[in-house]
């Protein structure tokens, strides 16, 4: 039997040789069947049932399984002897990916970073599955396992994340990501509160700002303020 292995979506073919018959005047007929090992059966080589081509196609099979072509010589109704083939492997084809980006590029301390593989193929048509794996300046996460992460960076730290794919049954080799790098987020005030809302030339006015946030949360915060009178800069206000 040929190849020695393939995957479930590949064909095995059985040839014989030395065909041996007294009445010259015969032509040469055989009959195949196709078994599974005792290792894969479980007890005793199990015969595949309507394998009775040279040909098989092991798709109903799973990866590890062995297997053999039985050939038996035919005479009219007269059968000889059986012979079986070598012993042959249906294997695992490894998924690969084409590629793995992440994103957003322009991304903040509070960004929620999303790892998008691309380009999966599986030689077997398994289903894709994926395994991910982040890191931050270089040090790994080790509970990040998501395709998203946020809340485990600041400004200035790289960010990647490393893609493995899989197809149920091993894993491929892991592709990486390009790295963005967290930028600093320019802090935002809810609003500005004047009081009073009227009063004389001599009233002093206060200026209170609400809410003030900044995602950086290790930045010191400080606030400037500008006079206005009639859409008029006051100068050094």
Not at 40 to 46: F, K, L, V, Y
Not at 84 to 109: C, F, K, Q, R, W
Request: charged letters at 20%; a negative charge.
């Amino acid at each position: 039997v040929t190849p020695s292995e393939t995957n479930r979506q590949g064909t095995f073919t059985c040839a014989y040789d030395g065909w041996v018959d007294p009445d010259a005047s015969d032509s040469p007929e055989v009959s195949y069947a196709w078994y599974l090992t005792e290792e894969s059966a479980g007890e005793g080589a199990a015969r595949i049932e309507g394998a009775t081509a040279e040909t098989f196609s092991p798709s109903a099979l799973s990866p590890g399984d062995t297997l053999f072509c039985r050939v038996t010589p035919k005479n009219g109704e007269s059968l000889g002897k059986p012979v079986d083939s070598n012993i042959v492997t249906v294997i695992n084809t490894m998924p690969t990916l084409a590629s793995v980006t992440l994103g957003p590029a322009e991304a903040y301390a509070d960004t929620t970073l999303l790892c998008t593989p691309e380009g999966f193929e599986d030689a077997d048509g398994d289903a894709e599955s994926y395994s991910y794996l982040w890191s931050v300046d270089d040090t790994v996460l080790e509970d990040a396992t998501e395709s998203t992460l946020s809340g485990a960076f600041v400004k200035g730290q790289t960010v990647r994340c490393t893609v493995t794919p899989g197809d149920g049954t091993t894993t491929g080799a892991a592709v990486q990501s390009n790295t963005v790098t967290i930028s600093n987020k320019l802090p935002t005030i809810s609003g500005v509160t004047l009081t009073p809302s009227s009063g004389t030339v001599c009233e002093t006015y206060t200026c209170a700002a609400e809410t003030i946030d900044d995602a950086d949360a290790e930045d010191t915060l400080a606030i400037g303020y500008t006079w206005y009178v009639n859409g008029e800069q006051i100068a050094n206000s």
